[in-house]
């Protein structure tokens, strides 16, 4: 694997992409009467767990490649950023599971009164928990994309605009001082009106 600026930008851009895809798997919060499965919670925290092995994996890899004066350590900070937020996604689905699977121990004693306080304060738990996801994984994937951003080589209209720019500080060579405004711009005429 090359690691070049495009390639990173790229690379960046696809995580974002992954963490964009899982945000939009989770189930909607506030509904008490149509929790999420267990079985796609615990599917999507095993994908998530998959994508924290992969921002891993692109940490140790442009760590261990890093080729001098390449936009490396931008690259791999903003696969580092996107971690964080990805273990709180992944913990807060847990805490979902785990409220999932409490439901599912008491749902015959949903009669009782403690147990339906019990059990309406883990669907609470389980509505704030998607929150947290949810708000968690957006600040991945908007941390990826803006690293993909920052890494990102200047488009070829960019570099052409850059290349044809007229100042100094581009290496282009100053103009010429004007000549005085008097000896080469005519004396404006005075109209008079009828």
Not at 11 to 29: E, I, T, W, Y
């Amino acid at each position: 694997m090359t690691t070049n600026p495009l390639a990173d930008a790229l690379a960046l851009r696809a995580m974002a992409s992954n963490f964009d895809a899982q945000r939009g798997k989770l189930p909607v919060p506030g509904d008490p009467h149509r929790l999420p499965g267990s079985i796609a919670v615990a599917r999507q925290i095993s994908e998530l767990g998959k994508l924290l092995t992969e921002l891993g994996d692109e940490v140790l890899f442009r760590t261990v490649d890093k080729s001098p004066g390449s936009s490396t350590s931008l690259t791999v900070s903003g696969f580092s950023a996107a971690v964080r937020p990805a273990g709180e996604a992944a913990s807060a689905l847990g805490e979902v599971a785990e409220q999932l699977a409490f439901l599912e121990r008491t749902e015959h004693l949903h009669d009782l009164p403690d147990s339906r306080d019990a059990r309406e304060a883990a669907g609470r738990v389980i509505d704030e928990a998607l929150g947290t996801a949810d708000t968690a994984l957006r600040g991945a994937a908007d941390s990826l994309h803006a690293a993909s951003t920052a890494v990102s080589p200047p488009s070829r209209r960019l570099r052409a605009a850059l290349g044809r720019t007229t100042s100094p500080a581009y290496g282009a060579v100053p103009a010429a001082p004007a000549a005085s405004a008097s000896a080469t711009t005519p004396a404006p005429r005075a109209v008079r009106g009828r």
